[in-house]
């Protein structure tokens, strides 16, 4: 047999790469320092090429490296020197990562100084983890169910397909005790009734990112289910932004506590145990539950309608803005009254400003960005124009026209980066200035026919839906 040998070396986001030729064995980082081996994430076999995927976020036992030496524990030979580093310093730490070989081998290692936390923040962590205690003592029966979100103040989206799935199951219905602990704001109130019940609960299933159920270890019996509310791997999120603007911290526990995460396909999989911080087997192909209804509406409409529905420009709902400027609203009023089009506005809930609609515009454009589910909008329109939006997902699975309007694509790599190339990945035309997208409406040039392969690649199929999927993998059915 070949003898593997690595001859090349590279990061990639918060991944580190091995690749070479030969038939690769087993691989993997030891410290002298530590007593846990940092073990790929993932590995590839093609013909006669390899490559180790090493997440650095959370390789090492669901954890960051700290600072240490690691020595490459490899069946095989290196082929040239590698002199690489990786600087995620962020939010007031320093975390740089170095890969080096020499004649003696390969040696990774991190230098680390941990984010400092205010003493109010320390304080109120105290006071919740009492309460989380307190209710953790009581024995667990494998029966209580947490429904829980700290961006909705009612059930919707994922966790209501799965709820509904739930009490369709009459048996599982009545064998469950469920709970629920929703709001859009947070507040005192709410963190402490959230502590109790996550100390109570046997299965917590929650959509989103949720702060209060970070702070907690839980008993190895307790199932934290993540459907998270976004389709597919689109843009960058979680540890997959580690040492970019708004990303967490390289030691935050954000994520990592998840013993289920629910996905699309499985081509994503890999990019959520990235973003999550959690190993690849922890992440279930499944479909998503709040598509399982998504069907086209038959109604027939008297006008071409495109539904304008952007991602927001930002760090988080703090700044989160949309810059109009980049819309001549008078000119793509004009556009579509010639060719009888409509256009409904879905900015992100983040956005605050809405879109400047003048009143003689009104038979033209809508804003509709107070409804809640995009979903209950997509089936109505004939095109959908965004830019670095996951809505191009449950816009596939309609196999709706896309149009990608991405003036700023070039900023956007820079602070926010994509999981694949974008020009590459997109289903569907891209424009970069406002002319491009007015001629492409004039002519319904939209590149239609990339929207069948995206859709194929993205999301699993079978006579189950994503609903039954996850409830059976949750509960055993």
């Known amino acids: 047999m070949k003898k593997a040998v690595i001859n090349r070396a590279y990061f990639e986001r918060c991944l580190l790469f091995l690749c070479g030729e030969g038939k690769i064995g087993n ?16 590995k590839t076999q093609e013909g006669d090429k390899f490559a180790v995927c090493f997440d650095l976020a959370s390789g090492l036992g669901g954890k960051a490296l700290p600072a240490a030496s690691f020595e490459l524990i490899f069946d095989g030979e290196v082929d040239f020197l590698f002199d690489e580093e990786k600087d995620f310093s962020d939010n007031g730490g320093v975390y740089k990562i170095g890969l080096i070989s020499d004649e003696l081998g390969v040696t990774l290692f991190s230098t680390y100084e941990p984010t400092k936390v205010s003493v109010k923040q320390k304080i109120g962590e105290m006071g919740l983890r009492a309460v989380f205690r307190t209710a953790d003592i009581l024995p667990k029966n494998g029966r209580r169910v947490l429904f829980t979100s700290q961006s909705r103040k009612e059930l919707s989206g994922n966790e209501k397909f799965v709820f509904d799935e739930i009490l369709r199951r009459g048996e599982l219905r009545d064998r469950l005790k469920i709970k629920f602990s929703l709001s859009d704001k947070g507040g005192a109130k709410f963190l402490l009734r959230t502590a109790w019940l996550l100390g109570r609960s046997d299965t917590v299933i929650l959509d989103d990112y949720h702060p209060i159920v970070y702070l907690f270890k839980y008993k190895k019996s307790v199932k934290i289910a993540q459907l998270w509310h976004a389709c597919g791997a689109f843009k960058t999120f979680g540890y ?216 194929e690649k993205n999301f699993i199929s079978d006579e189950k839906s994503a609903s039954e999927r996850v409830v059976d993998v949750l509960f055993g059915e």
């Open 27 to 42: 691989i993997g980082f030891k410290s002298s320092e530590l007593d846990t081996v940092f073990l790929p994430l993932y």
């Open 240 to 455: 997959s932004r580690l040492g970019k603007e708004g990303a967490p911290r390289f030691d935050g526990k954000a994520h990592r506590c998840y013993t289920h995460a629910f996905v699309s396909g499985d081509e994503v999989r890999k990019y959520y145990a990235e973003a999550f911080g959690v190993p690849m087997e922890r992440v279930y192909a499944t479909g998503v539950p709040r598509c399982d209804n998504l069907k086209n509406d038959e109604t027939k409409r008297d006008k071409f309608t495109v539904l304008f529905a952007p991602t927001f420009r930002g760090n988080g709902a703090k700044s989160a803005h949309y810059p109009y400027d980049k819309l001549d609203f008078d000119r793509l009023y004009e556009v579509c009254k010639r060719n009888n089009m409509k256009v409904i506005f879905k900015m992100h809930p983040f956005i605050k400003e809405k879109p400047p609609i003048t009143e003689n515009q009104a038979d033209v454009f809508e804003d509709m960005s107070e409804s809640r589910e995009i979903n209950e909008l997509l089936p109505r329109c004939d095109l959908v124009i965004t830019d670095y939006s996951s809505v191009v997902y449950e816009a596939a699975l309609l196999n709706k026209s896309m149009l990608f309007y991405t003036f700023d694509l070039d900023e956007y790599v820079s602070s926010r980066d994509f999981y694949e190339p974008f020009e590459a990945f997109v289903p569907g035309k891209i424009v970069t200035e406002f002319d491009g997208l007015i001629s492409a409406l004039e002519n319904k040039d939209f590149e239609s026919e990339k929207v069948k392969k995206f859709r």
